[in-house]
């Protein structure tokens, strides 16, 4: 059987660049066992993280952000599809703060983000400045007008100073509210 914690731990993953485990039934066990793994230090250079489509939950979720500090290299994460709360928002930011990195990319369509959630991204995002932040995907989640309106005043306010591309489709947010953030002329948003 194959134990990737045991390949992470053992170094046999050294040179890995990019870890995509999506869709493969990952829960909370899993990725406790791959955290101890990278604990040992030796993905180092990953630059890229996809866990869409598990069965990860909020205990997975600070397990992994718990970690996020040893990978210094990180600029995309995909966490999408898993059952991810607006409270799990801010210790992924954390982790990311806490590594180092410069992310670019934030992936986190099909979770259970709400107008709170977008608060405590926004809020930590604030405190680091999301320099390098490129791409967000904020798609199939529960955010409404007033989370859209704390994000677009964050953007206004230069919290995401190299954001380009948001998607917010498939939330509850007003048609109002959807041409308002048509109008934002630095950043293409999408939330048809």
Do not use: W
């Amino acid at each position: 059987m194959f134990d990737l914690s045991d390949c992470i731990r053992n170094g046999m993953l050294r040179k890995l660049d990019c870890l995509y485990m999506v869709g493969n039934q990952f829960t909370r066990k899993g990725v406790e066992s791959m955290c101890s793994g990278i604990r040992s230090g030796h993905l180092s250079n990953l630059t890229a993280i996809n866990l869409s489509s598990n069965h990860i939950d909020s205990k997975g979720v600070l397990a992994f952000a718990n970690v996020l500090k040893f990978l210094t290299s990180i600029q995309t994460l995909m966490l999408g599809g898993n059952f991810i709360t607006g409270d799990d928002v801010v210790p992924i930011m954390n982790g990311i703060t806490s590594s180092g990195a410069t992310l670019k990319e934030l992936s986190l369509p099909l979770c259970q983000i709400t107008n709170s959630g977008i608060r405590d991204l926004v809020d930590a995002a604030t405190a680091v400045r999301m320099q390098r932040l490129d791409f967000l995907n904020l798609c199939n989640n529960r955010i409404d007008a007033s989370g859209a309106r704390v994000f677009l005043e964050a953007t206004e306010n230069g919290v995401f100073p190299k954001l380009i591309s948001v998607y917010l489709s498939k939330n509850q947010i007003s048609a109002s509210m959807q041409e308002t953030l048509s109008r934002v002329e630095r950043i293409q948003i999408r939330c048809f």
